[in-house]
């Protein structure tokens, strides 16, 4: 049997998209491996505020962020920055936290964690809730941050 040119060329763009979508299904790591690398950036995160470091915690803030001081959002990593700095002055952190959920979507490209907040002498005292976006860099950065 011999084929067309158009027959050829459609078989062939069919082949062409079903091997990209093996590349796709291959290159997308399992939910388990996402949740496990939006933990290791979220107890990270929580890190830089204990080191008092907050050159290291703005790196893990995405450009158009937004975190919330009460129910008044805080617009973009300059202004979260700025905002936040007053929790870095002194020599011991004013509070930590750490995820005790940390769900992906099936796309691999957005994470939220949440877990409890604590005062420094190890009293619950809110929960944190952060949306996380894997960006174009390939590092998870946070979008949407709120406490309760």
Partial sequence: MKLSFSQQSILCIC???????LSTLA???????LELEVEARELAFAQSMAERDIEAFQQFIAQE??????????RGREAIVSAWSVFFTEDDAPFSWQPDVVTVLDSGNLALSSGPVFNPAGDNIGRFNSVWRKEADGQWRVIFDKGS
Avoid at 15 to 21: E, H, K, V
Avoid at 27 to 33: C, I, M, R, W
Avoid at 65 to 74: H, L, S, V
């Fill in 15 to 21: 082949f062409l998209a079903f091997f990209a979508s």
């Fill in 27 to 33: 290159a997308t790591p399992d939910p388990d491996t």
């Fill in 65 to 74: 962020a937004i975190f919330f001081n009460g129910n008044e959002p805080i």
